[in-house]
């Protein structure tokens, strides 16, 4: 990177201590329009069916460059829901959540509409679009717990509109966003090239597990059929058998708030379940409360498998995680289903293995309904068919494939810690280069630094974000 600008002075952004000398300052209502929007009325068909205008819910501040909507809706419910339509170059930024989301931030690549947990902010002359997206990545945290202390639950567009902004000239705009894209193409490729190792990995694992829990570890036993076409022959002395007829299926409805009347808790969210194979009392859960009704149902014991039951694609049904010890206080939070074995019948690591087994797995992925939202309704976990050994052999069966994994996790984990440092890596020169620690004037491209936005894409955060206008939903 470059040196340091010749002259700086105090910044008048409570955020950043000192900017060059020549930059400016204005509140972000001075040099954009910045407003939210609306959730047309679902009940409405003619608002949502063959729709054409893109719309935004605040998940969507997870893909970095917008490019495509989960959703659209009709020119109807734009005209009558009052929307308005914000054209590419704008910036969203998401405005509730405990999770990551409150603070987030992208960049729209296409004209779209936004719900009402998002800001909106379209800039004027003075302010480009790309830059504002970097500045207000660098100004993340500072973002998050402004204008009412650190324990704002969410902001507002007021609050939005407040925050301090720096303002280079355009032309250094432009300098400093197309050095930082170049640098993210070169990021992008190292992520990407990791994220593919780590794709291979799994796939490797996936296969270890696929055939110990379906087969069984020795290859000289007699074979039955099944009886079921995707499970093919299993070992003759095994059973097949019914979810519901091994464990009891209980579904979370448990939500992110906090309630006076309630008990404190530590809530083990969708995130924590799909990011992890095993729930622990080390974790970094969310608190939140419950009534006493359920903490007495959803309170997670040894043995325990939950499960994913609803998502944005069908791939991502019933991703399993088992947890090893019981952890009074912590919770199974909603877009969950808790399985509970039943003792001496099967062992809730072995459950795990097999629901997190690719054929076994795909039958949730068929069973699986929705439109934009995937969901699994009880019923289909209850009757879900998983191969059954005798209790002792599931107990081999599970030392047999922690043994086989364990360097294939421990690879897979490095991966994923050498993306947390490139990503860190990132931030800081984000921070540096749009706040003007670092002058980047001189900086002159090449002809490998033309980047595409599509080129982008792999910079979409990789955590899953809280998601808003969520039903919440209980036993049934």
Same mark, same amino acid.
């Given at each position: 990177?470059?040196?340091?600008?010749?002259?700086?002075?105090?910044?008048?952004?409570?955020?950043?201590?000192?900017?060059?000398?020549?930059?400016?300052?204005?509140?972000?209502?001075?040099?954009?329009?910045?407003?939210?929007?609306?959730?047309?009325?679902?009940?409405?068909?003619?608002?949502?069916?063959?729709?054409?205008?893109?719309?935004?819910?605040?998940?969507?501040?997870?893909?970095?460059?917008?490019?495509?909507?989960?959703?659209?809706?009709?020119?109807?419910?734009?005209?009558?829901?009052?929307?308005?339509?914000?054209?590419?170059?704008?910036?969203?930024?998401?405005?509730?959540?405990?999770?990551?989301?409150?603070?987030?931030?992208?960049?729209?690549?296409?004209?779209?509409?936004?719900?009402?947990?998002?800001?909106?902010?379209?800039?004027?002359?003075?302010?480009?679009?790309?830059?504002?997206?970097?500045?207000?990545?660098?100004?993340?945290?500072?973002?998050?717990?402004?204008?009412?202390?650190?324990?704002?639950?969410?902001?507002?567009?007021?609050?939005?509109?407040?925050?301090?902004?720096?303002?280079?000239?355009?032309?250094?705009?432009?300098?400093?966003?197309?050095?930082?894209?170049?640098?993210?193409? #070169?990021?992008?490729?190292?992520?990407?090239?990791?994220?593919?190792?780590?794709?291979?990995?799994?796939?490797?694992?996936?296969?270890?597990?696929?055939?110990?829990?379906? #087969?069984?570890?020795?290859?000289?036993?007699?074979?039955?059929?099944?009886?079921?076409?995707?499970?093919?022959?299993?070992?003759?002395?095994?059973?097949?058998?019914?979810?519901?007829?091994?464990?009891?299926?209980?579904?979370?409805?448990?939500?992110?708030?906090?309630?006076?009347?309630?008990?404190?808790?530590?809530?083990?969210?969708?995130?924590?379940?799909?990011?992890?194979?095993?729930?622990?009392?080390?974790?970094?859960?969310?608190?939140?409360?419950?009534?006493?009704?359920?903490?007495?149902?959803?309170?997670?014991?040894?043995?325990?498998?939950?499960?994913?039951?609803?998502?944005?694609?069908?791939?991502?049904?019933?991703?399993?995680?088992?947890?090893?010890?019981?952890?009074?206080?912590?919770?199974?939070?909603?877009?969950?289903?808790?399985?509970?074995?039943?003792?001496?019948?099967?062992?809730?690591?072995?459950?795990?293995?097999?629901?997190?087994?690719?054929?076994?797995?795909?039958?949730?992925?068929?069973?699986?309904?929705?439109?934009?939202?995937?969901?699994?309704?009880?019923?289909?976990?209850?009757?879900?068919?998983?191969?059954?050994?005798?209790?002792?052999?599931?107990?081999?069966?599970?030392?047999?494939?922690?043994?086989?994994?364990?360097?294939?996790?421990?690879?897979?984990?490095?991966?994923?810690?050498?993306?947390?440092?490139?990503?860190?890596?990132?931030?800081?020169?984000?921070?540096?280069?749009?706040?003007?620690?670092?002058?980047?004037?001189?900086?002159?491209?090449?002809?490998?630094?033309?980047?595409?936005?599509?080129?982008?894409?792999?910079?979409?955060?990789?955590?899953?974000?809280?998601?808003?206008?969520?039903?919440?939903?209980?036993?049934?």
């Amino acid at each position: 990177m470059g040196a340091e600008y010749s002259d700086y002075r105090t910044s008048e952004a409570s955020w950043v201590e000192r900017i060059p000398a020549h930059w400016r300052t204005a509140r972000l209502r001075y040099v954009a329009r910045v407003g939210n929007g609306t959730t047309p009325a679902r009940g409405r068909f003619d608002y949502w069916s063959n729709g054409t205008v893109p719309w935004l819910a605040s998940g969507q501040v997870n893909d970095y460059i917008v490019r495509k909507a989960r959703e659209l809706v009709t020119a109807q419910a734009v005209k009558e829901s009052c929307l308005r339509v914000l054209p590419a170059g704008s910036v969203i930024l998401g405005m509730v959540g405990q999770g990551k989301t409150r603070g987030m931030s992208a960049y729209l690549a296409i004209d779209a509409t936004i719900n009402q947990n998002l800001a909106g902010i379209t800039p004027g002359k003075e302010l480009d679009g790309r830059y504002l997206h970097y500045m207000l990545t660098a100004a993340y945290d500072f973002q998050r717990n402004y204008g009412r202390g650190g324990n704002q639950a969410a902001l507002n567009c007021a609050i939005v509109g407040s925050f301090p902004t720096l303002l280079p000239p355009r032309q250094e705009q432009d300098k400093i966003v197309a050095y930082l894209r170049a640098q993210d193409a #070169r990021i992008s490729r190292l992520i990407k090239a990791k994220r593919e190792l780590i794709g291979l990995l799994t796939e490797q694992k996936l296969r270890i597990i696929d055939h110990a829990v379906t #087969r069984g570890l020795d290859d000289s036993v007699a074979l039955k059929p099944s009886g079921i076409e995707w499970l093919g022959d299993v070992p003759l002395h095994w059973d097949i058998a019914l979810v519901k007829h091994v464990a009891d299926v209980r579904f979370s409805g448990v939500d992110k708030h906090s309630h006076d009347h309630e008990t404190s808790v530590r809530l083990c969210n969708y995130t924590d379940v799909y990011k992890n194979d095993k729930i622990t009392g080390d974790m970094d859960l969310m608190q939140a409360t419950a009534t006493a009704g359920e903490i007495a149902r959803l309170t997670l014991k040894a043995g325990d498998v939950i499960i994913t039951k609803d998502s944005e694609t069908p791939d991502d049904i019933a991703v399993p995680a088992w947890v090893p010890v019981g952890l009074p206080g912590v919770v199974c939070a909603y877009h969950l289903g808790l399985l509970r074995p039943e003792p001496g019948r099967i062992e809730g690591e072995f459950l795990f293995r097999a629901i997190g087994s690719a054929r076994i797995a795909e039958q949730f992925h068929v069973l699986a309904t929705g439109v934009t939202r995937f969901a699994l309704g009880k019923h289909d976990v209850k009757n879900a068919v998983i191969p059954l050994p005798p209790i002792g052999e599931q107990k081999v069966i599970c030392r047999w494939i922690a043994d086989e994994c364990k360097p294939l996790e421990e690879a897979i984990l490095r991966a994923e810690d050498e993306i947390k440092l490139i990503r860190e890596y990132r931030d800081r020169q984000i921070a540096d280069v749009v706040t003007g620690q670092v002058d980047v004037r001189g900086w002159v491209s090449g002809p490998d630094d033309v980047v595409a936005d599509e080129d982008l894409a792999v910079l979409g955060s990789d955590d899953e974000l809280d998601t808003d206008g969520e039903e919440e939903d209980g036993d049934d």
